[in-house]
Protein backbone atom coordinates (compact mmCIF):
# COMPACT_ATOMS: atom_id res chain seq x y z
CA UNK A 1 0.00 0.00 0.00
CA UNK A 2 1.64 3.75 -0.92
CA UNK A 3 1.34 5.54 1.61
CA UNK A 4 3.10 8.24 -0.26
CA UNK A 5 0.30 10.83 -0.27
CA UNK A 6 0.67 11.25 3.75
CA UNK A 7 3.94 13.32 3.05
CA UNK A 8 2.38 15.76 0.60
CA UNK A 9 2.19 19.34 2.27
CA UNK A 10 -0.77 21.00 2.90
CA UNK A 11 -0.44 24.38 4.31
CA UNK A 12 3.33 23.72 4.98
CA UNK A 13 3.01 20.96 6.74
CA UNK A 14 2.73 16.96 5.97
CA UNK A 15 -0.75 15.29 5.55
CA UNK A 16 0.48 12.88 8.20
CA UNK A 17 0.64 15.63 10.67
CA UNK A 18 -2.68 16.94 10.24
CA UNK A 19 -4.57 13.77 10.07
CA UNK A 20 -3.12 13.15 13.52
CA UNK A 21 -3.68 16.05 14.88
CA UNK A 22 -7.19 15.32 13.90
CA UNK A 23 -7.99 11.90 15.02
CA UNK A 24 -6.25 13.24 18.42
CA UNK A 25 -8.82 15.42 19.00
CA UNK A 26 -11.55 12.96 17.31
CA UNK A 27 -10.48 10.30 20.39
CA UNK A 28 -10.05 13.23 22.93
CA UNK A 29 -14.17 14.70 21.99
CA UNK A 30 -15.25 11.10 21.60
CA UNK A 31 -13.43 10.09 25.16
CA UNK A 32 -15.21 13.12 26.65
CA UNK A 33 -18.85 12.58 25.12
CA UNK A 34 -18.79 8.70 25.18
CA UNK A 35 -17.33 7.84 28.53
CA UNK A 36 -17.25 11.07 30.74
CA UNK A 37 -20.36 12.55 29.80
CA UNK A 38 -22.10 9.71 28.15
CA UNK A 39 -25.31 10.74 30.27
CA UNK A 40 -26.48 14.03 30.40
CA UNK A 41 -25.46 15.65 34.23
CA UNK A 42 -24.73 18.86 35.73
CA UNK A 43 -21.51 19.69 36.02
CA UNK A 44 -19.70 20.95 39.01
CA UNK A 45 -16.59 23.31 39.86
CA UNK A 46 -14.80 20.59 40.80
CA UNK A 47 -15.15 18.30 37.59
CA UNK A 48 -15.27 20.75 35.79
CA UNK A 49 -11.73 22.03 37.06
CA UNK A 50 -10.15 18.71 36.94
CA UNK A 51 -11.15 18.25 33.25
CA UNK A 52 -9.83 21.49 32.53
CA UNK A 53 -7.02 20.55 34.01
CA UNK A 54 -6.58 17.02 31.62
CA UNK A 55 -7.25 19.13 28.88
CA UNK A 56 -4.60 21.41 29.62
CA UNK A 57 -1.88 18.37 30.53
CA UNK A 58 -3.20 17.55 27.03
CA UNK A 59 -2.24 20.81 25.12
CA UNK A 60 1.07 20.99 26.93
CA UNK A 61 2.18 17.71 25.81
CA UNK A 62 1.00 18.58 22.30
CA UNK A 63 3.19 21.61 22.56
CA UNK A 64 5.67 19.46 24.07
CA UNK A 65 5.61 17.61 21.06
CA UNK A 66 5.74 20.35 18.76
CA UNK A 67 8.78 21.50 20.40
CA UNK A 68 10.54 18.06 20.07
CA UNK A 69 9.63 17.20 16.74
CA UNK A 70 9.24 20.84 14.85
CA UNK A 71 12.28 22.92 17.24
CA UNK A 72 11.90 25.18 20.02
CA UNK A 73 10.88 28.59 17.85
CA UNK A 74 7.85 26.40 16.62
CA UNK A 75 7.48 24.99 20.39
CA UNK A 76 7.71 28.56 21.94
CA UNK A 77 5.29 30.06 18.97
CA UNK A 78 2.62 27.03 20.25
CA UNK A 79 3.18 28.05 23.83
CA UNK A 80 2.40 31.66 23.29
CA UNK A 81 -0.30 31.32 21.08
CA UNK A 82 -2.20 28.76 23.81
CA UNK A 83 -1.87 31.01 26.21
CA UNK A 84 -3.03 34.31 24.22
CA UNK A 85 -6.21 32.03 22.82
CA UNK A 86 -7.04 30.70 26.47
CA UNK A 87 -6.81 34.09 28.27
CA UNK A 88 -8.93 36.34 25.18
CA UNK A 89 -11.40 33.38 25.61
CA UNK A 90 -11.82 34.60 29.27
CA UNK A 91 -14.31 37.16 27.74
CA UNK A 92 -16.46 34.43 25.65
CA UNK A 93 -17.37 32.95 29.04
CA UNK A 94 -19.06 35.92 30.00
CA UNK A 95 -21.04 35.84 26.50
CA UNK A 96 -21.66 32.36 26.95
CA UNK A 97 -23.16 32.92 30.80
CA UNK A 98 -25.75 35.29 29.54
CA UNK A 99 -26.78 33.26 26.49
CA UNK A 100 -27.91 30.44 28.56
CA UNK A 101 -28.86 32.49 31.48
CA UNK A 102 -31.24 34.19 28.34
CA UNK A 103 -32.66 30.84 27.17
CA UNK A 104 -32.98 29.34 30.49
CA UNK A 105 -30.71 26.67 29.48
CA UNK A 106 -30.74 23.85 32.61
CA UNK A 107 -27.16 23.56 33.89
CA UNK A 108 -28.08 19.35 33.20
CA UNK A 109 -27.63 20.62 29.43
CA UNK A 110 -25.03 23.20 28.91
CA UNK A 111 -22.35 20.73 28.84
CA UNK A 112 -24.20 19.29 25.29
CA UNK A 113 -24.78 22.78 23.55
CA UNK A 114 -20.87 23.78 24.31
CA UNK A 115 -19.43 19.99 23.04
CA UNK A 116 -21.59 20.19 19.53
CA UNK A 117 -20.19 24.05 19.85
CA UNK A 118 -16.89 23.19 19.66
CA UNK A 119 -17.48 20.75 16.70
CA UNK A 120 -18.55 24.01 14.82
CA UNK A 121 -15.53 25.82 16.06
CA UNK A 122 -13.09 23.44 15.03
CA UNK A 123 -14.64 23.94 11.21
CA UNK A 124 -15.40 27.67 11.27
CA UNK A 125 -11.88 28.24 12.60
CA UNK A 126 -10.03 25.80 10.09
CA UNK A 127 -12.20 28.21 7.42
CA UNK A 128 -10.74 31.11 8.76
CA UNK A 129 -6.98 30.22 9.68
CA UNK A 130 -7.44 28.64 6.16
CA UNK A 131 -8.03 31.69 4.58
CA UNK A 132 -6.02 33.66 6.83
CA UNK A 133 -2.78 31.58 6.35
CA UNK A 134 -3.29 32.10 2.44
CA UNK A 135 -3.41 35.58 2.29
CA UNK A 136 -0.54 36.25 4.38
CA UNK A 137 1.41 33.95 2.20
CA UNK A 138 0.06 35.97 -0.94
CA UNK A 139 0.17 39.56 0.99
CA UNK A 140 2.96 39.71 3.24
CA UNK A 141 1.95 43.27 4.06
CA UNK A 142 -1.20 42.02 5.76
CA UNK A 143 0.50 40.98 8.60
CA UNK A 144 1.18 44.43 9.21
CA UNK A 145 -2.54 44.97 9.02
CA UNK A 146 -3.31 42.68 11.11
CA UNK A 147 -0.31 43.85 14.02
CA UNK A 148 -2.15 47.61 13.20
CA UNK A 149 -5.88 46.61 14.07
CA UNK A 150 -4.86 44.20 16.93
CA UNK A 151 -2.93 47.36 18.36
CA UNK A 152 -6.53 49.54 18.04
CA UNK A 153 -8.33 46.86 19.65
CA UNK A 154 -5.94 46.91 22.85
CA UNK A 155 -6.23 50.63 23.02
CA UNK A 156 -10.11 50.51 22.58
CA UNK A 157 -10.27 47.87 25.40
CA UNK A 158 -8.10 50.12 27.98
CA UNK A 159 -10.65 53.21 26.95
CA UNK A 160 -13.56 52.16 26.02
CA UNK A 161 -16.25 50.79 28.12
CA UNK A 162 -18.25 48.25 26.45
CA UNK A 163 -21.94 48.20 27.05
CA UNK A 164 -23.26 44.84 28.38
CA UNK A 165 -24.73 42.69 25.31
CA UNK A 166 -28.40 42.20 24.97
CA UNK A 167 -29.45 39.19 23.60
CA UNK A 168 -32.84 39.76 23.27
CA UNK A 169 -32.13 42.69 20.95
CA UNK A 170 -30.03 40.37 18.50
CA UNK A 171 -30.05 40.70 15.11
CA UNK A 172 -30.20 37.11 14.86
CA UNK A 173 -32.10 35.79 17.67
CA UNK A 174 -35.04 37.73 16.24
CA UNK A 175 -34.64 36.68 12.76
CA UNK A 176 -34.57 33.36 14.05
CA UNK A 177 -37.78 33.75 15.97
CA UNK A 178 -39.79 35.43 12.83
CA UNK A 179 -38.24 32.61 10.19
CA UNK A 180 -38.75 29.59 11.71
CA UNK A 181 -40.97 27.49 14.21
CA UNK A 182 -39.45 28.36 18.03
CA UNK A 183 -40.67 26.73 21.08
CA UNK A 184 -40.92 28.55 24.27
CA UNK A 185 -40.02 25.80 26.12
CA UNK A 186 -37.47 23.52 26.26
CA UNK A 187 -37.82 19.78 25.52
CA UNK A 188 -35.09 17.80 27.28
CA UNK A 189 -31.93 17.56 25.09
CA UNK A 190 -33.32 18.01 21.91
CA UNK A 191 -32.21 20.49 19.53
CA UNK A 192 -35.80 19.87 17.29
CA UNK A 193 -39.03 18.80 18.34
CA UNK A 194 -41.98 17.76 15.88
CA UNK A 195 -45.30 19.22 17.35
CA UNK A 196 -48.60 20.20 16.06
CA UNK A 197 -48.58 23.89 14.53
CA UNK A 198 -51.07 26.12 16.29
CA UNK A 199 -51.60 27.66 12.87
CA UNK A 200 -52.20 24.98 10.98
CA UNK A 201 -52.77 21.73 13.14
CA UNK A 202 -50.70 19.99 11.10
CA UNK A 203 -47.51 18.21 12.35
CA UNK A 204 -44.21 20.75 11.67
CA UNK A 205 -40.61 20.74 12.96
CA UNK A 206 -39.86 23.50 15.31
CA UNK A 207 -36.60 24.52 16.65
CA UNK A 208 -35.92 24.41 20.75
CA UNK A 209 -34.36 27.14 22.77
CA UNK A 210 -31.00 24.73 22.98
CA UNK A 211 -30.64 24.78 19.37
CA UNK A 212 -30.76 28.65 19.45
CA UNK A 213 -28.45 28.85 21.98
CA UNK A 214 -26.32 26.85 20.18
CA UNK A 215 -26.31 28.91 17.24
CA UNK A 216 -25.28 31.97 19.57
CA UNK A 217 -22.61 30.20 21.21
CA UNK A 218 -21.41 29.34 17.69
CA UNK A 219 -21.59 32.77 16.22
CA UNK A 220 -20.16 34.17 19.63
CA UNK A 221 -17.02 32.24 18.72
CA UNK A 222 -16.33 33.75 14.49
CA UNK A 223 -17.08 37.14 16.96
CA UNK A 224 -14.02 36.63 19.26
CA UNK A 225 -12.32 34.61 16.54
CA UNK A 226 -11.80 38.43 15.14
CA UNK A 227 -9.08 39.25 17.58
CA UNK A 228 -7.67 35.99 18.53
CA UNK A 229 -6.98 34.39 14.86
CA UNK A 230 -4.88 38.05 13.72
CA UNK A 231 -3.08 37.94 17.41
CA UNK A 232 -2.21 34.93 16.97
CA UNK A 233 -1.18 35.16 12.72
CA UNK A 234 1.44 38.32 14.62
CA UNK A 235 2.52 35.72 16.61
CA UNK A 236 3.44 32.62 13.82
CA UNK A 237 2.20 32.56 10.53
CA UNK A 238 2.65 28.56 10.74
CA UNK A 239 -0.81 27.28 10.45
CA UNK A 240 -0.46 24.13 11.64
CA UNK A 241 0.73 26.08 14.95
CA UNK A 242 -2.10 28.67 14.30
CA UNK A 243 -4.94 26.17 14.04
CA UNK A 244 -3.65 23.78 16.84
CA UNK A 245 -2.92 26.26 19.61
CA UNK A 246 -5.95 28.09 18.61
CA UNK A 247 -8.04 23.69 18.72
CA UNK A 248 -6.55 22.94 22.39
CA UNK A 249 -6.92 26.61 24.20
CA UNK A 250 -10.80 26.09 23.21
CA UNK A 251 -10.97 22.59 24.00
CA UNK A 252 -9.91 22.96 27.77
CA UNK A 253 -11.32 26.57 28.41
CA UNK A 254 -15.05 24.83 27.30
CA UNK A 255 -14.25 22.34 29.72
CA UNK A 256 -13.42 25.30 32.46
CA UNK A 257 -16.53 26.87 31.50
CA UNK A 258 -18.59 25.51 34.55
CA UNK A 259 -15.82 26.75 36.67
CA UNK A 260 -15.21 29.96 35.33
CA UNK A 261 -18.61 31.14 35.17
CA UNK A 262 -19.20 30.62 39.02
CA UNK A 263 -16.03 33.08 39.34
CA UNK A 264 -15.76 35.43 36.22
CA UNK A 265 -16.26 37.90 38.33
CA UNK A 266 -12.65 37.70 40.20
CA UNK A 267 -10.89 38.55 37.08
CA UNK A 268 -12.70 41.83 36.43
CA UNK A 269 -8.58 43.48 36.16
CA UNK A 270 -7.83 40.69 33.27
CA UNK A 271 -9.26 42.83 30.56
CA UNK A 272 -6.09 45.60 31.19
CA UNK A 273 -3.96 43.38 30.94
CA UNK A 274 -5.15 41.63 27.72
CA UNK A 275 -5.74 45.01 25.87
CA UNK A 276 -2.04 45.44 27.06
CA UNK A 277 -1.19 42.07 25.42
CA UNK A 278 -2.78 42.75 22.17
CA UNK A 279 -0.67 46.09 21.92
CA UNK A 280 2.03 44.29 22.85
CA UNK A 281 1.73 41.36 20.32
CA UNK A 282 0.92 43.96 17.73
CA UNK A 283 3.57 46.28 17.97
CA UNK A 284 6.23 43.59 18.54
CA UNK A 285 6.12 43.21 14.60
CA UNK A 286 6.80 47.03 14.35
CA UNK A 287 9.67 46.79 16.76
CA UNK A 288 11.05 44.25 14.70
CA UNK A 289 12.28 46.35 12.11
CA UNK A 290 12.94 48.75 14.14
CA UNK A 291 15.61 46.68 15.51
CA UNK A 292 16.84 45.27 12.06
CA UNK A 293 15.32 41.84 13.76
CA UNK A 294 14.29 39.64 11.11
CA UNK A 295 11.57 38.42 13.94
CA UNK A 296 11.01 39.39 17.67
CA UNK A 297 12.45 36.78 19.87
CA UNK A 298 10.11 33.88 20.58
CA UNK A 299 11.16 33.18 23.99
CA UNK A 300 11.18 37.20 24.91
CA UNK A 301 7.85 37.26 23.48
CA UNK A 302 6.05 34.42 25.67
CA UNK A 303 7.98 35.52 28.93
CA UNK A 304 6.28 39.07 28.43
CA UNK A 305 2.62 37.65 27.47
CA UNK A 306 2.89 35.35 30.27
CA UNK A 307 4.00 37.70 32.74
CA UNK A 308 1.24 40.34 31.89
CA UNK A 309 -1.41 37.64 31.54
CA UNK A 310 -0.13 36.57 35.60
CA UNK A 311 -0.33 39.77 36.83
CA UNK A 312 -3.54 40.48 35.53
CA UNK A 313 -4.62 37.68 37.20
CA UNK A 314 -3.26 37.99 40.57
CA UNK A 315 -3.54 41.39 41.07
CA UNK A 316 -7.85 40.43 39.89
CA UNK A 317 -8.02 37.51 42.36
CA UNK A 318 -5.98 40.08 44.89
CA UNK A 319 -8.33 42.96 44.40
CA UNK A 320 -11.56 40.76 44.88
CA UNK A 321 -10.64 38.42 47.67
CA UNK A 322 -12.82 39.92 49.88
CA UNK A 323 -16.53 40.83 48.92
CA UNK A 324 -17.00 43.25 51.51
CA UNK A 325 -13.83 45.41 50.32
CA UNK A 326 -14.11 47.47 47.81
CA UNK A 327 -12.22 46.99 44.38
Do not use: C
Not at 5 to 33: C, H, K, R, Y
Not at 250 to 260: N, P, S, T
Amino acid sequence: MNLSFLFVEWLGTPLWMWSSFFALVIAILSFDLGILHKQNKEIGVGESVRLSALYIALGLAFGGWVWWYLGSEAGLAYLTGFVVEKTLALDNVFVIALIFSFFAVPRIYQHRVLFWGILGVILLRAIMIGVGATLVAEFAWLLYIFAAFLIATGIKMLFVKEAEPEVSKNVLVRFMRSRFNVTDEHHGERFFVRKANPKTGGMTWFITPLFMALVMVEVADVIFAVDSVPAIFAITTDPFIVYTSNIFAILGLRALYFALAAMIHRFRYLKPALAIVLIFIGSKIFLADLLGLEKFPAALSLSITFTIIAAGVVWSLLKTRDPQQPA
